[in-house]
C-alpha cells in the first residue's frame, strides 16, 4: 500500500513567496484537488510532489508499506500529465510509448500499448508521427504516457486541457478507474474536474 | 557543414606548399584539432538545449535514471563525433596531403582524443541547457575542460606524423585517462544537474 506525505511545503520563486506550509496526507482511493488563480502555484506545487522541483522549505515523502521510497525512485511510482510536459514530436505514438517503456526499464507490449491507446480513442492515428497531432490528440497521448507503467500515484496538471466533451470524459473514466488502485492529485480550476476529489486545497486562500 | 567549410578554407589558404617540411608535423595536427574541437563545440552542445527546447526534458527526468540519460546523450555524441571524424580526417588527410610516419598512433589518438571530447563536451551540454546564454556559456565552460585533453591530442598527432619517440603511446594513455575519469566524475554530478 502506498502513501504521500506532503509536510509544511514552501515555495517563492524570484524573491516571490508563491505558497507556504502546504501540508496533507493521500493514501489509495484518495483524489486531492489543488485549485487557485493563474500564478498561485498549483503546477509548481505538483512539479514538486513528482520531484521536478526543489521546494524552498518543507518535504515530500512516498511510502510503501510504511517504508519511505528513495527521492531518486520516485518517479517509477508516478505518472504525470501537464502541458508543460511534452512528448517526442518526431515520433509516433507507438514509437514514444516503446521509448518510453525502454527508459522507465518495463517490457514493451505493442498489443498492451495499443488497449491503452483504444481507451483514449487514439487506435487508428497510433503510426502517425505526433507532429502530426491535434493539441487534443497529444493530450489523450500524455495520458496514454502517464499511465503505462501503472503507477500509484497520478499527478494531473491541468487534464481537461485542449480536450472535446469526449476526451473530457476519457480523463474522468481514468480518475474514476484510477481510485481503484491509487492515488490522484488534481491541478485545476475546472468544477468537472475538482468534483471527483474527496478534498482540495486552495492555494489563492 | 562547418568542418567542411572550415578544413576547405583551411586547405585553400594556406594548403601544404606554404608550410615548411620541418613545421608540418606540429602545424598539421594544430589545424586538425583546432576543426575538430570547433565542429564538435557547435553541434555537441546542442544534446540537451534540443530536450529543453522541445520541452522533452521534464517526461524524461521523469521517466529515466539521470545516468542513462547522460549515457544515452555521452553515446549519441560519440556517434556524432566519430561520424564528424571518419569524414574530416581523411579529408585533411588528402587535402593537406597530410603524411603520417605512424599511422596506428595517428588513428588511436585521434579515437581516444575523440571519445575525450565527446565526454568533456556532453557534461558541459547538460550544465548549460537551462542556462540563457547557452552558446557563450558553453565555450566559456569548455575551454579549461578540454585544453589539456587538446595539448596532449595536438601532441600525439605530431608524434605520429613525424614519427619520432613514439614509443608506449603516452599521450593516448593520457586521453583514455582523461575519457574514464570525465566519464566517472559525469555519472556522479550529472545527478545534481539534472534535477533544478
Given at each position: 500500500m502506498y502513501s504521500l506525505k506532503v509536510s509544511k511545503i514552501c515555495k517563492h520563486y524570484a524573491g516571490t513567496l508563491l505558497f507556504k506550509d502546504i501540508s496533507f496526507e493521500l493514501r489509495p482511493g484518495e483524489v486531492l484537488a489543488i485549485t487557485g488563480w493563474n500564478g498561485s502555484g498549483k503546477s509548481t506545487l505538483l512539479r514538486i510532489i513528482a520531484g521536478l522541483v526543489r521546494p524552498s522549505l518543507g518535504k515530500v515523502e512516498m511510502f510503501m508499506e510504511d517504508e519511505p521510497i528513495p527521492k531518486e525512485s520516485?518517479?517509477?511510482f508516478l505518472g504525470m500529465v501537464a502541458p508543460a510536459l511534452a512528448l517526442y514530436d518526431e515520433l509516433t505514438a507507438l514509437e514514444n510509448m516503446e521509448f518510453f517503456c525502454k527508459v522507465r526499464g518495463i517490457?514493451?507490449?505493442?498489443?498492451?500499448?495499443?488497449?491503452?491507446?483504444?481507451r483514449v480513442g487514439l487506435t487508428e492515428n497510433a503510426t502517425k508521427?505526433?507532429?502530426?497531432?491535434?493539441?487534443?490528440?497529444?493530450?489523450?497521448?500524455?495520458?496514454?504516457?502517464a499511465l503505462l507503467h501503472n503507477p500509484p500515484?497520478?499527478?494531473l496538471d491541468e487534464p481537461g486541457c485542449n480536450l472535446d466533451s469526449n476526451g473530457m470524459k476519457i480523463v474522468e473514466d481514468i480518475i474514476l478507474e484510477h481510485r481503484q488502485l491509487g492515488m490522484t492529485v488534481i491541478a485545476s480550476n475546472e468544477k468537472r474536474e475538482v468534483a471527483y476529489a474527496d478534498r482540495a486545497i486552495n492555494l489563492s486562500e | 557543414m562547418f568542418a567542411v567549410?572550415?578544413?576547405v578554407a583551411v586547405s585553400f589558404s594556406i594548403g601544404s606548399f606554404r608550410i615548411g617540411d620541418a613545421e608540418k608535423p606540429f602545424l598539421y595536427s594544430v589545424l586538425l584539432w583546432i576543426i575538430l574541437v570547433f565542429s564538435a563545440l557547435s553541434g555537441l552542445s546542442r544534446s540537451f538545449v534540443k530536450e529543453e527546447e522541445a520541452g522533452t526534458i521534464d517526461v524524461l527526468k521523469l521517466s529515466a535514471r539521470p545516468q542513462a540519460v547522460f549515457l544515452g546523450k555521452l553515446f549519441f555524441n560519440l556517434t556524432l563525433?566519430?561520424?564528424l571524424e571518419l569524414i574530416i580526417v581523411p579529408l585533411f588527410i588528402l587535402l593537406m596531403n597530410y603524411k603520417i610516419a605512424s599511422p596506428g598512433l595517428f588513428a588511436a589518438m585521434i579515437i581516444s582524443g575523440g571519445f575525450g571530447l565527446g565526454a568533456g563536451?556532453?557534461?558541459v551540454a547538460a550544465m548549460i541547457a537551462q542556462a540563457s546564454a547557452r552558446g557563450a556559456l558553453f565555450s566559456v565552460l569548455s575551454f579549461p575542460l578540454l585544453l589539456p585533453l587538446m595539448i596532449t591530442a595536438i601532441k600525439g598527432c605530431e608524434r605520429a606524423t613525424d614519427g619520432m619517440n613514439t614509443a608506449g603511446w603516452p599521450e593516448v594513455r593520457i586521453a583514455v585517462a582523461y575519457t574514464i575519469i570525465m566519464i566517472i566524475m559525469s555519472l556522479f554530478?550529472?545527478?545534481?544537474?539534472?534535477?533544478?
Amino acid at each position: 500500500m502506498y502513501s504521500l506525505k506532503v509536510s509544511k511545503i514552501c515555495k517563492h520563486y524570484a524573491g516571490t513567496l508563491l505558497f507556504k506550509d502546504i501540508s496533507f496526507e493521500l493514501r489509495p482511493g484518495e483524489v486531492l484537488a489543488i485549485t487557485g488563480w493563474n500564478g498561485s502555484g498549483k503546477s509548481t506545487l505538483l512539479r514538486i510532489i513528482a520531484g521536478l522541483v526543489r521546494p524552498s522549505l518543507g518535504k515530500v515523502e512516498m511510502f510503501m508499506e510504511d517504508e519511505p521510497i528513495p527521492k531518486e525512485s520516485r518517479r517509477k511510482f508516478l505518472g504525470m500529465v501537464a502541458p508543460a510536459l511534452a512528448l517526442y514530436d518526431e515520433l509516433t505514438a507507438l514509437e514514444n510509448m516503446e521509448f518510453f517503456c525502454k527508459v522507465r526499464g518495463i517490457a514493451y507490449d505493442r498489443e498492451n500499448s495499443l488497449k491503452i491507446m483504444e481507451r483514449v480513442g487514439l487506435t487508428e492515428n497510433a503510426t502517425k508521427t505526433c507532429r502530426k497531432y491535434s493539441s487534443g490528440m497529444k493530450q489523450r497521448l500524455k495520458l496514454v504516457q502517464a499511465l503505462l507503467h501503472n503507477p500509484p500515484l497520478l499527478l494531473l496538471d491541468e487534464p481537461g486541457c485542449n480536450l472535446d466533451s469526449n476526451g473530457m470524459k476519457i480523463v474522468e473514466d481514468i480518475i474514476l478507474e484510477h481510485r481503484q488502485l491509487g492515488m490522484t492529485v488534481i491541478a485545476s480550476n475546472e468544477k468537472r474536474e475538482v468534483a471527483y476529489a474527496d478534498r482540495a486545497i486552495n492555494l489563492s486562500e | 557543414m562547418f568542418a567542411v567549410t572550415t578544413l576547405v578554407a583551411v586547405s585553400f589558404s594556406i594548403g601544404s606548399f606554404r608550410i615548411g617540411d620541418a613545421e608540418k608535423p606540429f602545424l598539421y595536427s594544430v589545424l586538425l584539432w583546432i576543426i575538430l574541437v570547433f565542429s564538435a563545440l557547435s553541434g555537441l552542445s546542442r544534446s540537451f538545449v534540443k530536450e529543453e527546447e522541445a520541452g522533452t526534458i521534464d517526461v524524461l527526468k521523469l521517466s529515466a535514471r539521470p545516468q542513462a540519460v547522460f549515457l544515452g546523450k555521452l553515446f549519441f555524441n560519440l556517434t556524432l563525433l566519430g561520424a564528424l571524424e571518419l569524414i574530416i580526417v581523411p579529408l585533411f588527410i588528402l587535402l593537406m596531403n597530410y603524411k603520417i610516419a605512424s599511422p596506428g598512433l595517428f588513428a588511436a589518438m585521434i579515437i581516444s582524443g575523440g571519445f575525450g571530447l565527446g565526454a568533456g563536451t556532453t557534461i558541459v551540454a547538460a550544465m548549460i541547457a537551462q542556462a540563457s546564454a547557452r552558446g557563450a556559456l558553453f565555450s566559456v565552460l569548455s575551454f579549461p575542460l578540454l585544453l589539456p585533453l587538446m595539448i596532449t591530442a595536438i601532441k600525439g598527432c605530431e608524434r605520429a606524423t613525424d614519427g619520432m619517440n613514439t614509443a608506449g603511446w603516452p599521450e593516448v594513455r593520457i586521453a583514455v585517462a582523461y575519457t574514464i575519469i570525465m566519464i566517472i566524475m559525469s555519472l556522479f554530478l550529472f545527478p545534481l544537474i539534472w534535477e533544478e
